[in-house]
């Protein structure tokens, strides 16, 4: 299956065919132990082999790709990782996320984010109205799911972090594929499944504009440690201890 990126500027092309040869990876498309070539990844994405050179020594550095010899590069093995240390590390992650946040986001960054909230908090509104009246969730339960991931994805990168922001990317312990995946299937079984945590965002950001990395770090934990729990069945016990019961929930609006 061919992908073309063109299009865009050479710095785009470089980002692009990066995270979509991280998707195709982590995802499974390009298995372990698989050989790959500038000039075959380039067919794929139908760009030049440029971008992909660059996107290849990222992926290396990553740990996502291997160089067995100057012109043999393979896909890497997985790292073997239990699911509860994989949960571990990506809730701490999340905390630090929010807790960066709060430290780092502009102003330009906070304004940004509350639009994207405002525009789900519309959705929520909409879809919670379908809900109650017993009315169909498809597509209206897909379009929150993707608003509030925007505004997660935005929270990550207004940490002006790109350590973090790789690092993140690097340890989820579900693909975002797989996650949407599972957590629309709740939701077609459960229209309310993890009501509370998508409208405790708005707690995030008002921790976020207050500039309290704490209150920041210990909701996100907390929600992510539900989320967590509910998609993978895992929980991790020393954050739960650590925060206790933080509040997820935020004033209807």
Known sequence: MHQQLSG??????????????????????????????????????SVSPTPIREAIKRLE????????SPRTVCVAPPVRATPEQLAEVEIALRGLVARLAAIHATEDDIAHLAGLLEAAEDKSRLYTARVAEGLPIDGHAESLYSSVQQ????????????VLIRLFEQTRALSSVERRQRSLD?????????????????????????RDPESSERIAVHRAQSAMHDLTGTTDRAMVETCGSAG???PSR
């Open 8 to 45: 865009l500027d050479s710095t785009s092309l470089a980002e692009r065919a990066y995270q979509h040869l991280r998707d195709l990876i982590v995802e499974g498309s390009l298995a372990p132990g698989e050989r790959v070539t500038e000039r075959g990844l380039a067919e794929r994405l």
């Open 186 to 210: 709740r939701l077609r079984k459960d229209p309310t499944f993890g009501r509370s945590r998508w409208d405790s965002h708005r707690s995030t950001l008002d921790a976020i504009r207050a």
């Open 61 to 68: 550095a990553d740990g996502l790709l291997e160089r067995k």
């Open 248 to 250: 997820e929930g935020v």
């Open 151 to 162: 505004f997660n994805a935005s929270v990550l990168a207004s940490t002006h972090n790109p």
